[in-house]
């Protein structure tokens, strides 16, 4: 889907694609060839790559993690991160987008939003007026974030989950698929339901 993305902008085409699955290398992904694993990234950056995308989402579990450290390690190797909203996406004027962010297909960010750095604003998902969403953050395809909402940084939003306005919802935490949070959920939480509960660890 990300390279979907980034090729329907105008502006941006993959040159290759790095993956750690060693069966892949030297095959194609929409017309992208899979060149190596993280080792062959310093060969890209000789051969004049300047920036780069995370194609790596969230994990089963909620955890954003891997992304996240995959975003900082490309960061240091000096390349710079794309930021890449698909043109079928609608992206309010007053509206931030943060670096590396992705919006995907079908999503809509409204004004006064702020899309953190590393974000993914996934298919059809909705980020109502006024709403933060933090750095290495996921919302899921279908999710609707009402009016004014804090979600801070590496919280994961389960697909067609839905938050009521004017919420918090801390750092690291997951929501879980379809779920109706309608209180402020703490960090390192997981909730699941309708209305959303934490479920016991």
Request: charged share 15%; proline share 4%.
């Amino acid at each position: 889907m990300l390279l979907d993305a980034l090729s329907a902008a105008a502006e941006s085409r993959p040159i290759a694609v790095l993956d750690a699955d060693v069966s892949r290398h030297g095959t194609m992904l929409l017309r992208a060839p899979i060149i190596g694993g993280d080792d062959s990234l310093s060969a890209l950056i000789d051969a004049g790559a300047t920036h780069f995308a995370v194609g790596v989402g969230t994990s089963v579990s909620g955890d954003n993690g891997p992304r996240r450290s995959i975003f900082a390690r490309l960061l240091a190797s000096g390349l710079a991160p794309l930021t890449i909203v698909h043109p079928r996406a609608i992206v309010s004027s007053g509206a931030t987008i943060g670096a590396g962010a992705q919006i995907l297909p079908g999503a809509i960010v409204n004004t006064g939003a702020r899309i953190g750095i590393n974000a993914i604003v996934n298919s059809g998902a909705i980020i109502e007026h006024d709403c933060s969403v933090g750095d290495h953050a996921h919302v899921a395809s279908g999710a609707c974030i009402a009016g004014g909402v804090i979600v801070e940084n590496n919280v994961h939003i389960g697909a067609r989950a839905v938050v009521r306005q004017l919420l918090r919802i801390g750092d690291g935490a997951v929501i879980g698929i379809g779920a109706a949070v309608i209180r402020d959920v703490a960090p390192a939480t997981v909730v699941a339901g309708v209305p959303a509960k934490p479920l016991s660890t």
